[in-house]
């Protein structure tokens, strides 16, 4: 049994009004008659968002159970390299940075024999290609150096 | 019966035929790693069926659901860790089978439970499908847009303890769905000026993102995902004795199968309930209920013959209505949609050699599945012991680059971290999946028929509560909504008055 932070507990109904919000502003000044059934989804998701967050912050103190725990740090870390290979791919290329990026991530989670450091991406980076590229015929990402 | 005949040319062609045994094998490791499911494997595999023929892609899928499901069982009985939800109840029973010398004959009993579940629920809804989709092809804009209310409402009272949060997911993937042009006048909303955004929200990134990163997320800096050695497999005469288990136990398999099928019909119940209360039932009904929980064989061919025969139940709300029962199910209505056609009652009418197609490839499974289990059992086996630090970094670049090969576009990429952030915050948090995806795909048809029956009825909902059809759909809709609530209230009841007594 652990405590789940407020935070969290709070983040879901906190994106929700938020994307509410963010709706509303961006429609704001359109034809009425075509936002009708999307301001109806946005009353009932305010009135819920609003209500589960109420709940939630009567109940700050109360126990709740979780299965898995994952420091938050780890989830940013993961987010935030998984983000720079996104804007790095387009320019590098796959080959150089899906390898930079797979090595990467397994060091980081504690791989450290470097026979599996560098093989595993080198062949799971030809298979990917092998399997998209010339199997499939789908198309993978391409920059200055592939 | 022409259909049944052009379904099954369809399938036995080389290209299909590979499809299917690979799409076995891929669903029989992806069930066998604990942590992964056949939606994950489904979501993960939605790019690469853009390449394949629309039959094809939904051979493929209804072979990984049915290896998914079965794949499951293989650590639930070897290390005591149930690799798909599914599985739960297997655990109960093949565990300690295996505990007390005998993991081949549990493994047997689990397989051939599955296949004779899976292909007996599958023969059930070949015969019901024709009926059900009959009916439903007299239903208007009007009952079409019941349909998707229906849909939605049962997933959310059945998924999750909390409706709330059920109806939060719901509305959430409503509107996000609603996020595009509108339907009527192609005014852009909420679309950030973004051309990706203009038809539709993507399917592919939203459905991988959710289902296959979000897991990633939450395995990030371990190991493994279970403790034990599994590979000690192997003994064929003992995995042969297991067979015959089943084998000596028609009338069980028969049933668990046939309440696996019923339960999967209903959308949102569930493999997990499915196997539990067919668990539930043959203990009661059994002569020796005392052996349930120390290694019976029918407790495990009870929870695997329900297992597989979801499988089969599953597809006849998605294939007679467009509403997809299941989290797979909601994948394989995706890739039918990417693939240009849409889902419905009209699928019957102008697909059925399609719909049949998947329907027989999920029976046909069963006997790939027979096949690559009876000779690979020990590599299946192995499976589950890939550590997850290597596993996770290769499956979020396929992820990743699967996302990106839908519309050779890099927002989608973006578009999927999103929605990888969301569904784990949901996750974490207690929110069910299954209504928010449920939502991004019942949207966009919510709101077309919405259009349309108000156009119809010239902007009055009175159409909404005229022929017996959409009464019967709002009856459904309102007993689905309150009965959890209420069931809920009464144990609380109950539990005060046993507590006071």
């Known amino acids: ?105 397994m060091f980081w989670q504690g791989v450290r024999k470097p026979l599996p450091l560098t093989l595993i991406p080198i062949g799971f980076c030809g298979v990917q290609y092998l399997i998209f590229q010339v199997l499939l015929y789908l198309p993978i990402p391409r920059g200055f150096l592939m | ?41 489904c979501a993960v595999m939605l790019p690469v069926t853009l390449a394949m023929s629309t039959e094809g892609a939904l051979i493929f899928f209804a072979a990984v659901y049915a290896g998914a499901q079965y794949g499951g069982s293989i650590p639930a009985i070897l290390v005591n860790t149930p690799g798909t939800p599914g599985a739960g109840a297997t655990v109960l029973d093949g565990y300690p089978m295996a505990k007390g010398g005998e993991p081949d004959r549990a493994l047997g009993i689990s397989l051939v439970a599955s296949c004779v579940g899976g292909l007996l629920a599958a023969v059930l809804v070949l015969f019901l499908i024709r009926p059900m989709s009959q009916l439903a ?46 339907p009527a006048t192609s005014t852009p909303r909420l679309t950030f000026g973004r051309l990706e955004l203009y038809d539709e929200v993507p399917f592919v990134p939203a459905l991988i993102g959710l289902f296959a990163v979000s897991e990633l997320f939450s395995m990030i ?21 297991g067979c015959m288990d089943v084998i000596k136990r028609p009338f069980l398999t028969v049933k668990s199968a046939l ?54 139940g599953a597809l006849i709300p998605m294939l007679a209505l467009g509403i997809p029962g299941s989290g797979t199910t909601a994948v394989m209505l995706a890739a ?30 069963s006997f790939t599945m027979f096949f690559f289990s009876a000779v690979l059992s020990k590599q299946f086996a192995k499976v589950s012991l890939i550590p997850i630090r290597i596993l996770l970094p290769l499956v979020l670049v396929f992820c990743i680059i699967g996302s990106f090969a839908y519309r050779n576009a890099l927002f989608d990429t973006y578009l999927l971290m999103i929605f990888a952030v969301l569904g784990y915050l949901m996750k974490r948090t207690g929110y069910p999946l299954i209504p928010l995806v449920l939502g991004l795909i019942l949207g966009p048809m919510a709101e077309a028929n919405l259009y349309r029956t108000l156009q119809l009825s010239r902007g009055s909902m009175a159409i909404l509560f005229q022929g017996p059809i959409c009464i019967i759909l709002w009856i459904i809709i309102v007993v689905s909504l309150l009965s959890k609530p209420v069931m809920k209230q009464i144990r609380k009841i109950r539990g005060k008055e046993a507590g006071a007594a």
Not at chain 1, 29 to 36: D, F, S, T, V
Not at chain 2, 348 to 363: D, E, N, Q, T
Request: glycine share 12%; hydrophobic share 50%; net charge neutral.
């Open chain 1, 1 to 105: 049994m652990k405590l789940q932070s407020l935070t969290l507990r709070l983040s879901v109904p906190v994106l929700c009004l938020l994307f509410c919000g963010t709706y509303l502003l961006a429609t704001n000044g359109m034809n009425k008659a075509i936002l009708r059934y999307p301001y109806a989804l946005i009353g009932g998701l305010v009135v819920l968002s609003l209500w589960t967050l109420i709940d939630e912050l009567r109940r700050k103190n109360t126990k709740t159970e979780e299965e898995t725990e994952v420091p938050p740090r780890n989830i940013v870390i993961l987010v935030a390299a998984t983000g720079l290979y996104l804007v790095l791919i387009p320019i590098v290329g796959y080959f150089v940075t899906t390898l930079a990026f797979t090595a990467g991530l």
């Open chain 2, 221 to 241: 800096g371990k190991d493994k995902m279970i403790t034990g050695d599994p590979s000690k497999v192997g003994n064929m005469k003992e995995f042969f004795v």
């Open chain 2, 336 to 365: 039918v949609m990417l693939h240009g056609v849409r889902p419905g009652p009209e699928l019957m009418k102008y697909f059925a050699p399609l719909s049949y197609s998947v329907i027989i490839a999920m029976g046909l499974a």
């Open chain 2, 259 to 312: 309440i696996g099928a019923v339960i999967g019909a209903i959308p949102g119940a569930g493999t997990t309930i499915a196997t539990y209360v067919s668990y539930a039932d043959a203990k009661r009904s059994s002569k020796n209920p005392e052996q349930y929980g120390q290694g019976s064989p029918e407790g495990i061919i009870a929870s695997e013959a329900a297992n597989n025969g979801v499988t089969g």
């Open chain 2, 137 to 182: 092809i007299q239903f208007g804009p009007a009952e079409m847009l019941m349909v998707s209310i229906f849909g939605l409402s049962i997933i959310v009272t059945v998924i999750g303890n909390d409706v709330k949060k059920g109806l939060m997911s719901g509305l959430l993937g409503l509107l996000i769905a609603a996020m595009v042009a509108d």
């Open chain 2, 1 to 41: 019966m022409d259909s049944i005949v052009e379904a099954l040319s369809m399938i036995f062609t080389l290209q299909n035929l590979l499809l299917l045994c690979g799409g076995t094998v891929i669903g029989i490791v992806t069930g066998a790693l604990p942590g992964f499911n056949a939606t994950n494997a």
